[in-house]
């Protein structure tokens, strides 16, 4: 029994189609009686109000808000469970396993990683909680500082305690954080975590916003490991991406495979988001409150290329470097806080109240937008490999199986590049709609905003230039996302290429095997007269019998017979034409003309 060849990139726990946590058709019995294995009990619920309130609102009718409360009485996403879960189907009477798991489970919840910048006219001051108890202290402390302009809490990855704390504290809408839970690019008809689209009318009047962004990342092969174990560091990447509360995944793009890649070397790709939350206007007292949720980052692997350009301008030739240098970019989140601490990379940004806000959100447009520029060039180089490798293929010693891989490598990019583009259009709309809610100083020193009329609904005010939040950056963004449009009509060309390649290949295969069997053929007809003679002259009882001139007569008779079905079988297969023209040739032989 043949069994099949397991794909090296291939993930079993993608398939699974069991929906232990529920799936999106079940009844309310049905979803109650699942949820009971992990649901909070009401001791639980009186010291997590926020949680009690939205699992009110996801009984009431609000069912897409069922995700948030699995996640927040789980700990994590509810395709973890399997692993949080003390109490699984199978008995076990390990101690030490359950013991872990609800250790686990435990620190899961309490999961804390959130820095505070608050920004002053002139300084900003960091303030970094590792612990829930902690930040519910910081948030109970009451802010006297005048002077403060704004205040930004930044958030690495999700837990329950955080979600309670700050949802309670700013009464924050529950979408919000439901919004940035799982990264789906597509769902199953039966997915519950499937989050219903909002109306644009609706989604200008809300007060967050989400940009959805894609990491590369390069996994080297270690020195140590061998040819077998080469993606050791990428899967354990892929391990350490599956222990964050919130669903991220670190997927290989099957591209690695080319003539400059290193053997066993790896670039992971990772879909992102980052989702910001404004306090509203009505409910401010005192400064203005910000919260920004961030994804965790692996610490395996480097960003591909060493990452993105430094967001300093560089210094002139007479003047030194400053001593400070900026984060290695291997986290995200330790990024971003250094960056959005520098004002004076905006410095038309520090004018007035409201101006403030924009410091921290013009970096995150800025290295959002700087992810998308590298991957744009990085969708570009992979195009150009498998271009360079159809028009040489014998330069690279391609065989059957090499080009084979090109078309496979062709409809991964050909799936993902629309997702993509998706992608970009919406972190494009979601930052032209929220832009209309903040009031942005305009070049010739007036503002715009909410209160400016029509710049509420995204139109620029007759008489004044467009000048919002994105406005800084609609280039680079409509730039990638014309790249991301070219890039999908030249991989449907290339798809075009590729399998006219393979399909001439193939017949060219076709042409060598017809010609090794019409060799075949012709080798097997010069036998066949000598089989037959040598059967004719053959049918007697002792070999002994056969005399001198039996040979004689064999190749007398059998010689010439061979010659004329030969040349008969030749006469047959060749064109009419051809047959005129080699009849014509051995007359002229045969007269001597």
């Known amino acids: 029994m043949t069994t099949l060849k397991r794909d090296p990139w291939w993930r079993p726990e993608l398939k699974a189609n069991d929906y232990k946590s529920g799936e999106a058709h079940d009844d309310d019995a049905t979803y109650r009686k699942l949820a009971a294995q992990w649901a909070a009990d009401e001791e639980t619920l009186s010291n997590y109000p926020y949680l009690a309130r939205v699992k009110r609102l996801s009984e009431a009718g609000w069912i897409h808000l069922r995700l948030l409360v699995d996640f927040m009485s789980i700990g994590a996403a509810p395709q973890r469970w399997d692993d949080l879960n003390p109490v699984p189907e199978r008995d076990w009477t390990d101690s030490f396993e359950i013991k872990k798991r609800i250790e686990a489970r435990e620190m899961c919840i309490k999961k804390t990683n959130v820095s505070v910048l608050d920004y002053y ?16 202290d910081g948030l109970d402390s009451r802010i006297t500082d005048d002077d403060l302009k704004f205040k930004l809490y930044v958030v690495e990855d999700l837990s329950r305690d955080v979600i309670d704390m700050l949802g309670q504290k700013f009464g924050i809408e529950p979408d919000f954080f439901r919004a940035h839970i799982v990264d789906y690019a597509w769902y199953n008809v039966r997915d519950p975590w499937r989050n219903p689209p909002m109306l644009d009318v609706v989604s200008r009047h ?10 590369a990342r390069y996994f080297d092969v270690d020195e140590k490991d061998n040819k077998k174990d080469g993606a050791r560091s990428f899967k354990e990447a892929g391990k350490e991406a599956a222990s964050f ?13 080319s003539f400059w890649d290193k053997q066993g070397a790896i670039v992971g790709l990772t879909r992102s988001r980052a989702t910001f939350w404004l ?7 005192g400064a203005p409150v910000g919260i920004l949720l961030l994804d965790p980052t692996v610490t395996k692997g480097v960003p591909l290329w060493r990452g993105r350009r430094t967001l300093w301008s560089m210094p002139p030739t007479d003047e030194g470097t400053d001593s400070s240098r900026p984060p290695s970019q291997d986290n995200f989140f330790e990024d971003f806080i250094f960056w959005a601490q ?15 806000t924009l410091v921290p959100l013009q970096v995150l447009l800025h290295l959002v937008c700087s992810e998308w520029l590298t991957m744009s060039d990085y969708i570009k180089t992979r195009l150009n490999q498998l271009d360079w490798e159809i028009v040489k293929p014998e330069f690279f010693r391609l065989g059957k199986r090499g080009v084979d891989n090109m078309l496979q490598k062709l409809h991964m990019w050909r799936r993902l590049v629309p997702l993509y583009r998706e992608m970009v259009s919406e972190t494009i709309r979601h930052i032209d709609q929220f832009s209309a809610r903040i009031q942005v100083p305009s070049p010739n020193g007036g503002s ?8 509420q609904t995204g139109h620029p005010i007759p008489g004044q230039a467009d000048w ?11 730039l990638i996302r014309s790249q991301l449009e070219e890039y999908q009509t030249r991989i449907d060309q290339l798809t075009a290429v590729v399998t006219a390649v393979i399909s001439i290949d193939n017949s060219r295969r076709g042409l060598q095997d017809n010609r090794n069997i019409g060799r075949l053929t012709w080798l097997a007809t010069f036998f066949i007269p000598l089989s037959l003679i040598a059967g004719i002259l053959s049918m007697q009882s002792d070999v002994r019998d056969i005399s001198r ?12 017979l061979a010659v004329v079905i030969a040349v008969a079988a030749f006469t047959l297969s060749v064109s009419r034409s051809e047959t005129r023209k080699a009849l014509m040739d051995i007359k002229s032989f045969l007269t001597g003309r």
């Open 206 to 215: 809300q007060n967050w916003m989400q940009m959805r962004y894609v990491t």
């Open 549 to 560: 001139n039996t040979f004689k007569v064999y190749f007398a008779t059998s010689l010439p």
């Open 342 to 356: 520098q004002k004076d990379l905006y410095p038309s940004y520090t004018t007035d109240h409201t101006s403030e």
């Open 245 to 257: 509360n919130i669903l991220r995944r670190v997927d290989d793009d099957l591209s690695n495979k």
């Open 468 to 478: 919002n939040l994105s406005s800084r950056y609609n280039p680079d963004f409509s």
């Open 121 to 136: 006219s002139t300084e900003v001051r960091r303030t970094r909680f590792t612990s829930a108890q902690a930040l519910r």
């Open 448 to 455: 715009q905003g909410p209160t400016g009329g029509s710049s």
């Open 279 to 285: 306090q509203p206007e009505n409910s401010r007292r």
